[in-house]
């Protein structure tokens, strides 16, 4: 029941900037924390930053060029992307751990994802 669907993709040139939205829907109690992951075709998946609470964290290849906010009343996360390089070229995914409502239990959800293409 729960869904979470990204948006905001698109192909850029070198140096530009896109941002990303991840919003969640459906029977949500709360969200403990909410990561963005991006794979390119080969490669294996890899997380680029998480918000967890009040703390954020970011891969070391992203630092100081992306950074990841939410909108709490919106249940949605955002990844702003700076500086882009062609090697941040990939499927952009979120994913959330999310708590049914009158639910103890929290379950893992993946979104669809999103293209991002940086041209040089």
């Known amino acids: 029941q729960v869904q979470l669907v990204e948006s905001g993709g698109g192909l850029v040139q070198a140096g530009g900037s896109l941002r990303l939205s991840c919003a969640a829907s459906?029977?949500?109690?709360?969200?403990?924390?909410m990561s963005w992951y991006r794979q390119a075709p080969g490669k294996e998946r890899e997380l680029v930053g998480t918000s967890s609470g009040a703390r954020t964290n970011y891969a070391d290849s992203v630092k100081g060029r992306f950074a990841i906010s939410r909108d709490n009343a919106k249940n949605t996360v955002y990844l702003q992307m700076n500086s882009l390089k062609p090697e941040d070229t990939a499927v952009y995914y979120c994913?959330?751990?999310?708590?049914?409502?009158?639910?103890?239990?929290?379950?893992?959800?993946w979104g669809q994802g999103t293209q991002v293409t940086v041209s040089s």
């Open positions: 459906g029977s949500i109690s709360s969200i403990t924390a």
């Open positions: 994913t959330a751990l999310i708590q049914i409502y009158s639910s103890s239990a929290t379950f893992r959800y």
